[in-house]
Every structure is written in structure tokens, then in C-alpha cells.
């Protein structure tokens, strides 16, 4: 959706370094969510934030941290990236006031190589 | 913990077939249950969503089928296409967040 842009699309680093995954949305949503895809593993959520003063930890957040900017901006850090960290990363969006409730939107995804 | 489980895990057809996705859940709190198409390099997308005060809900070829007493839930696409190659997702709301399955990569050969 073009509405929700991740940069950068694609990430090759080294054991250790420190990442930053950002994404943008223009929809005007309040809530938005990181989520990490692995094969066979489905999606899983990482964190998630409802509004600019709101951060909620995921299933998976270990090694992860999240700052919410503006409304608009929700940043996913790797403090010391692990190779088992080598996943599809997608942000997503919702909101509230419109139905169905929970529908989400995502963006194209950041493909993030740890070696 | 697995609060979604979904299968198979891949299903292959021909065009014109019937593929169906099953997926089970054990919170009876969940109360929405979508259903996420995701075509390779792009991010998923809304398909068809259903809510268990109904059996069955219908948006053009695709059907979700529910089961509240089992809970159970799948995903039927009538006269599949090439097209619909996709992997699939299905999903449960917990409160304010989805959970979702597994996946179920689908490839229509024509």
C-alpha cells in the first residue's frame, strides 16, 4: 500500500551493528505495528503503539525498541543486530474509527540480512 | 504459544479447483477473524473478514466458513485462478492486536 512506505526495502549488516527500520504513513491512523515474518512462522508482532504516547511490547520484542516520532512515524531499532534477526520486517496500520475495526495496513516490508 | 493454527501449509491446485485453508483457535475472547492475502514482494492485504455472530460470509469467489462450538474457521476459493497464487493468512483479534496463523502459500496451475 503506498500509503505506508518502509525504508530502507532492503538491509545487509553485520552481527553487532545497530539498525534502524523506519516507516511512514500517510493514512492518518493513530495505531501502528511492527511485525517480523520468518518462513513457516507466520507473522509476529514486535510492538505496537496506539498513539504517539502510547508503546505496547509484541510477542517477539526481545532485542528490539520502537519510538513513535509523530503520528505519522513509528521507528523499529535492533540495538546489536543477531543473525537470527535476518527476517521480513512489515509496519502496519489501523484505525479506529474506521470499520471493520481491525483491518490493517501494511507497507511493501524491509527485507534485513544479519550475517 | 501458538493461539492460531493454521493449514496446510502449502496447497497446490489446478484452475477451476477448490482450495480450502483451516485455521483453529482457543481464546473464545477473540470476536474478529480475518483473512490476509499476501501476494510475493508486497505486504499483506484485508481479503475477508468475518465476526462469529454468523456461519458464513461471502465476497465474491472467496467464502469464510465458521465453526464457533469447534472454533474452527476456513477460507474456500470457488473457481480458483492463477491469479490467486498468494500465500494466505488467516487471523484472530485479541482485544486491540491480530494474531495470526501461520500461512498457507496457495499455487493455481492453470
Known amino acids: 500500500d503506498a500509503d505506508v512506505t518502509q525504508t530502507p526495502r532492503n538491509r545487509i549488516t553485520k552481527t553487532g551493528k545497530r539498525i534502524m527500520l523506519e516507516c511512514s504513513q500517510t493514512k492518518g491512523h493513530d495505531r501502528m505495528y511492527w511485525y517480523r515474518q520468518d518462513p513457516g512462522l507466520g507473522l509476529r508482532l514486535i510492538y505496537y503503539?496506539?498513539?504517539?504516547?502510547?508503546?505496547n511490547k509484541g510477542e517477539i520484542s526481545d532485542g528490539y525498541s520502537v519510538s513513535r516520532q509523530a503520528q505519522a512515524k513509528f521507528s523499529l531499532s535492533l540495538e546489536s543486530a543477531i543473525p537470527n534477526q535476518t527476517a521480513l520486517y512489515f509496519c502496519?496500520?489501523?484505525?479506529?474509527?474506521?470499520?471493520?475495526?481491525?483491518?490493517?495496513?501494511f507497507g511493501p516490508g524491509t527485507r534485513l540480512t544479519v550475517l | 504459544q501458538q493461539q492460531v493454527k493454521q493449514s496446510p501449509q502449502s496447497l497446490i491446485v489446478q484452475k477451476g479447483g477448490i482450495p480450502i485453508i483451516n485455521c483453529a483457535y482457543e481464546?473464545?475472547?477473540?470476536?474478529?477473524f480475518p483473512w490476509y492475502q499476501q501476494f510475493p514482494g508486497k505486504g499483506p492485504a484485508l481479503l475477508i473478514a468475518i465476526r462469529p455472530d454468523v456461519s458464513e460470509k461471502k465476497e465474491g469467489r472467496f467464502t469464510i466458513s465458521f465453526n464457533k462450538s469447534a472454533k474452527q474457521f476456513s477460507l474456500h476459493i470457488m473457481d480458483s485462478q492463477p491469479g490467486d497464487s498468494a500465500t494466505y493468512f488467516c487471523?484472530?483479534?485479541?482485544?486491540?492486536?491480530?494474531?495470526f496463523g501461520t500461512g498457507t502459500r496457495l499455487q493455481v496451475f492453470p
Open positions: 487471523a484472530a483479534s485479541d482485544t486491540d492486536k491480530l494474531i
Open positions: 502496519a496500520t489501523s484505525d479506529l474509527g474506521s470499520p471493520p475495526l481491525d483491518e490493517q495496513f
Open positions: 481464546n473464545t475472547a477473540f470476536d474478529y
Open positions: 503503539s496506539f498513539d504517539v504516547k502510547d508503546i
